[in-house]
């Protein structure tokens, strides 16, 4: 039960960012959300707003035609917390074209509040290539 609720939650997310749907990303986090992210700053966004400030900057970028989309998820849930981890294909065409196999690595941890699951921890990558 508690799997498919947070399988549910992380794929409604991936399709609001796909969406370009701030309100529908902003969704089931915490407003003291840390998240380590592609972009800088290095240390991470601390907070719901700094999280929220991230955002915009991603959809200009995704509106050039790029992809945001889950390949792969995997959810471990506890009673009352949990972690998953994805792969996304995450790029505009000509950079899944140049690099098919090239995944985002997305990473979540999550805590039940108030009888709901939440994201408190958000941490995205991508491989190194050289």
């Known amino acids: ?4 609720e ?11 960012v796909h969406e370009g749907d701030l309100d529908g990303v902003l969704a089931d986090h915490t407003d003291d959300i840390v998240m380590f992210d592609v972009p800088p700053p290095y240390d991470g ?3 719901i707003d700094a999280y929220r400030a991230t955002w915009p900057p991603f959809f200009q970028w ?6 945001f989309e889950i390949v792969s998820l995997e959810v471990t849930a506890g009673e ?3 972690f998953a981890h994805a792969l996304l294909r995450c790029g505009t065409p000509d950079e ?6 090239n995944r985002l690595r997305l990473t ?9 699951w939440v994201v408190a921890h958000e941490h995205h990558s991508f491989p190194h290539s050289t």
């Not at 039960?1 to 498919?4: A, D, F, L, S, T």
């Not at 995704?62 to 992809?67: D, E, F, P, R």
Request: aromatic content about 2%; proline content about 2%.
């Open 1 to 4: 039960m508690n799997e498919q």
């Open 6 to 16: 947070i399988r549910t939650l992380i794929e409604r997310w991936a399709v609001a």
């Open 45 to 47: 966004v601390h907070g």
């Open 62 to 67: 995704q509106a050039q035609g790029a992809s």
């Open 80 to 82: 009352d917390v949990a």
């Open 96 to 101: 899944l074209a140049a690099q098919p196999e």
């Open 108 to 116: 979540l941890g999550l805590r039940k509040e108030r009888g709901r």
